[in-house]
């Protein structure tokens, strides 16, 4: 594997399942993310991890839980979801200073 | 507050023809700024960057962007478009600082026609 892989590229849940989404980055990077986009809106930072230690949270409801066990994984763990969390949720990683952000393809989550 | 402005939601060209995709920033320092492309169903790919030096930069299939510090804008263009540049085009600001948050635009869809 290469790059960035998000795994299951695809789901639907209900909003009393929990489920998780999961992120991998094979680059060496030191940094994680995860971002939503919804249709017609700009893409949404949701956190960051350094160093496996999160630098920001951007007020993002208590529903969704990260979980960055090392620097090559990240978890964004899903409950009690709402249909308006339906969106593709990407993960990125980064390293160093120039800030470029690799993006992995995304999942695209629909809630019922 | 940094920020990004696309104001082009949706553009169509024809296939050969020249392309500008516009994007404007708002940033209280030096930016570095990206261009990204995403494909239906993918995710987000590195086209271009500027951080410093040279204003004209050059990218992957094509594309290049320059750098206008009093325009407070960081435009795409490509010569000739292939249909295969059908795509969402992300424009997006950053710090200098490394690992912080990028500011993505809201996105160009780009549509080609034969």
């Known amino acids: 594997e290469t790059g960035v892989t998000q795994t299951p590229r695809h789901l639907v849940m209900g909003m009393t399942n929990k489920k998780s989404l999961k992120c991998e980055q094979h680059?060496?990077?030191?940094?994680m993310y995860w971002y939503k986009q919804s249709a017609k809106k700009p893409l949404e930072l949701m956190f960051v991890?350094?160093?496996?230690?999160?630098?920001e949270n951007n007020s993002v409801p208590s529903r969704f839980s990260p979980e960055c066990p090392n620097s090559s994984h990240l978890f964004l763990h899903l409950h009690t979801l709402q249909p308006e969390d339906s969106a593709l949720y990407l993960c990125a990683s980064s390293q160093g200073t120039d800030n470029e952000q690799f993006f992995g393809p995304g999942t695209r989550l629909t809630v019922l | 507050a940094q920020s990004v402005t696309q104001p082009d939601i949706h553009i169509t060209v024809s296939e050969g023809a020249s392309l500008e995709l516009r994007c404007n920033y708002s940033?209280?320092?030096?930016?570095?700024l990206f261009w990204y492309v995403q494909s239906p169903g993918q995710g987000l790919q590195l086209l271009l960057k500027?951080?410093?030096?040279?204003?004209l930069v050059q990218g992957i299939k094509g594309f290049e962007a320059e750098f206008k510090r009093s325009q407070s804008s960081f435009n795409l263009r490509k010569p000739s478009v292939h249909w295969s540049d059908a795509a969402e085009y992300f424009c997006a600001v950053g710090s200098l600082r490394g690992n912080e948050k990028l500011t993505f635009g809201t996105g160009t869809r780009l549509t080609i026609i034969p």
């Open positions: 500027y951080f410093s030096g040279d204003t």
């Open positions: 680059l060496g990077h030191n940094a």
């Open positions: 940033y209280g320092a030096t930016p570095y």
């Open positions: 991890y350094n160093f496996k230690e999160q630098t």
